[in-house]
């Protein structure tokens, strides 16, 4: 592997927001309280436009909108005479954050009763058991402070352990895993240990939001390479298109939220030549490896030469129904894990350390534990899947997570925003619409997202009700 | 394989603090280093913790109510009413608040003015910002504020000013016209300042801790951190908060959202009951702070050490090596480890490179915590005092 990137003298990265202007900033002007004219309050790599003031009361907690309040901190009008309710407008890097498409539709969900299919986690609860190991750890003195950074020893080891299981690679968990505050922050790790300012980054679209703006706030470039219906197949001409002397990584989500996409064996050895061939790391978010209902979940880490560049991520929430309780994990060899170890200790330092030990319990769980697991969410997919085909939505039926995506062209909507406002205020069922996970919104606007990671009986009622009020528009003969 | 790792990794270097206390227990030191409580957290907390397990809030979740209990607390405590529908951003502890605050706030190469002696996250959240952090040294023995070298420290390019009240190392707690100085350069220079406040309820004197932002001018440019960790001895919770004024509060919680999602779940359902303590909970901690305290000034007298000022708050202590000591703070601290089986932090890292400050003093410090049961301080203070026995009859 040779040298590509000589970092013999660190320098201070550079934000292409360096020059920003408020000019460059288009029509919104920064906020300014009095005496703070002028001065930048917001840091350059994270500009927003401000919604209406979104309460924060009771929305549930994923993807809030931050709740912007009147664009003016001061006592008056600004020190430079700008109206007071200008804001500063999105940075382009940005603009595809979308936070506010699952804050928008949990409020209507609530306010207009629906079932909610659209928020991506359970409305039940983990294992009894996990739960109490949780508590005794609570119980236990010396088990409410400070956890080591990278997490306790054994947690670290039976991280290990499972993934050796899995996957029969022996890693060490004293030196390459690190536990992190949930997968979000595992990403954030990676990329702020990993990834330098102008680095070209490939990604899969859709994607899950967070990938974007981490990216975004280290200041990488993105590379999209689309997954289109009905297979979500990996464009493999396109894919190598988007390979460069500047890509240093390469993000996989599998199974693949939102379309429920497993990745192949052949998709990765096609991925995995191309990493070795142009030197580049690859990162993998495999949160939802225990949700496969189709195929077999591989580990690119796995595959011959990739290991030593490789940074698998994974997660307790997803399998274990915990995704409140924020343990994550990151494997990687030593030398990666140190960059993520170095700036997973000063984002936050430890990680709740109940926590880990009740995931020390979870990750003992019996193999009976993923199979019944399995089959609860065959059994909500197929509820699901067969109440949307009746309905008349052409449906990509997912071969992993909790998630599926279909298409609603048939009811006669413009695109997914409209489909899914209509969907909730008329039908009373909320679902996603996964223009927001698209490079170009244009690619996902035929498309809805639904959610099954409920209980049966929601689910039942949220076919009963699309099947009572959702209706193809009557075709008018010409 | 340095070429895979980003440059900002590379800048930050492994925690001090955090090694010494590996050393600690491969010799089973008594751990008076690293800043976590060995006595238990209060029952009513832990219990709240484990209801709220059982009763399912075990998912994502925003706690309005831990909000608005943070900001009933903030004003209750420092006279400063604020929106917490708007103004706090709950995150994994201080450290994350202060993370998502500064990467919030500050730009590539903007610079933002530390107070030396100072806690090495400051810095290194300002490198992952891309910014450059420049030290200003607090004079001993009590570490007073030079107001000329502050102002001289502070440019066009300051964005921010960081404060930690009470102080970790020295336990100094920032008076009121230190603070006043502070908000009125803040405000000649027109930049904001960052408080880090986790040490708020461990206050010994009568005059109390203020926050920064009740002075004049300081309401709109502080953003106030601060955590549930020392004040209740859960330190392994991660359940923090950033207060900021109104058009930065939003920006905090974005940039916190993008980092973890969200702090654990059941925590911050249990933080909000640790919030609603009565304030005989307060007065207990602070007695029972100030009993080890004493207690550990004693012990580091009476082996030889300088305690040129008392603690007024936090739970360390910032001593002076015997002036016969011939060697190093490091050689110090790792004496005592492998000769006393006591382990305190050497105090060169809390000093910085740029900081304008007599050379002949930064290895001599050290910084112990009294964050422990009685029985542990005793015991180290028989340790300490017999390893000074030995040694100065050497």
Known sequence: ?478 | MAHFLADRALQLSSSNIIHLSRLAEKYKAINLAEGFPDFPAPIAIKNAAVEAINADFNQYRHVQRLCDEVAAMFERTKGVKINPETQVSICCGQTEALVAAVLAVINERDEVVLLDPSYETYEAAVRLAGAKAKHVSMDPPNWTLDFKKLESAIGSRTKAVIINSPHNPTGKVFSEDELAGIAKLCCKFDCLAVTDEVYEHLVYTEAGHKTLATFPGMKDRTIVTSSISKTFSVTGWRIGWAIAPEAISPAITSIHEKLVDSAPAPFQEAAVTALTVGSKYYLNLRAEYIERRNLICEALEEAGLTVESKPEGSFFVFARLPETYPLKDVDYVADLIKSAGVVIVPGNGFFHADSLCNENYRDRYVRVAFCKNIATLRSAREAIREHWRLHSSS
């Open chain 1, 1 to 478: 592997m040779m040298l590509r990137f000589n970092v013999s003298c660190p320098t201070v990265p550079h934000w292409p927001g360096d020059n920003l202007s408020i000019e460059r900033l288009g029509e919104g002007k920064l906020a300014t309280s009095k005496g703070i004219a002028g001065r930048r309050l917001i840091s350059s790599f994270l500009q927003f436009s401000f919604n209406p003031a979104v309460p924060r009361r009771r929305i549930p907690r994923q993807h809030q909108v931050t709740a912007m309040a009147s664009a003016s901190a001061g006592d008056g009008s600004s020190a430079n005479g700008l109206p007071k309710s200008h804001a500063p407008q999105i940075s382009k890097r940005l603009e595809n954050l979308k936070p506010t498409v699952f804050t928008k539709f949990s409020l209507l969900a609530l306010k207009y009763n629906a079932v909610n299919l659209g928020q991506g986690f359970p409305n039940f609860d983990g294992p009894e058991y996990i739960k109490e190991a949780a508590v005794g750890a609570i119980r236990t003195v010396g088990k409410n402070q400070y956890a080591r950074g990278h997490g306790i020893p054994p947690l670290n080891a039976a991280i290990a352990e499972r993934f050796n299981k899995e996957t029969g690679l022996h890693v060490d968990g004293e030196t390459e895993v690190t536990v992190t505050s949930g997968c979000t922050e595992a990403i954030a790790a990676t990329m702020i240990g990993l990834i330098n300012p102008g680095d070209e980054v490939i990604l899969f679209a859709p994607f899950y939001d967070s990938y974007e703006a981490t990216l975004a706030m280290v200041d990488a470039k993105i590379k999209t390479v689309t997954l289109r219906p009905p297979d979500f197949a990996v464009p493999v001409e396109e894919l190598k298109a988007a390979f460069s002397s500047k890509t240093r990584a390469i993000l996989i989500n599998t199974p693949h939220n939102p379309t429920g996409k497993m990745f192949s064996r052949s998709e990765l050895e096609a991925i995995a030549s191309l990493c070795k061939e142009h030197d580049v790391l690859a990162i993998t978010d495999e949160v939802y490896d225990k949700l496969v209902f189709k195929g077999q979940h591989i580990s690119l880490a796995s595959l011959e030469g990739m290991f030593e560049r490789t940074i698998t991520l994974n997660s307790l929430g997803k399998t274990f129904s915990l995704t409140g309780w924020k343990i994550g994990w990151a494997i990687a060899p030593t030398h990666l894990t140190w960059g993520i170890r170095q700036a997973h200790s000063y984002l936050t330092f430890a990680v709740a350390t109940p926590f880990q030990w009740a995931t020390v319990a979870a990750l003992q769980s019996p193999d009976s534990y993923y199979e019944d697991l399995v089959k609860e969410y065959s059994e909500r997919k197929d509820v699901l899947i067969q109440g949307l085909k009746e309905v008349g939505f052409t449906v990509y039926e997912p071969q992993g997570t909790y998630f599926v995506m279909a298409d609603h062209t048939p009811f006669g909507f413009k695109d997914d925003t409209e489909f899914c406002e209509y969907l909730v205020k008329e039908v009373g069922v909320a679902a996603i619409p996964p223009s927001v996970f698209y490079a170009n919104p244009a690619d996902g606007s035929h498309l809805v997202r639904f959610a099954f990671c409920k209980d049966v009986e929601t689910i039942k009622e949220g076919v009963k009700r699309l099947k009572a009020k959702l209706r193809r528009p009557v075709l008018t003969s010409s």
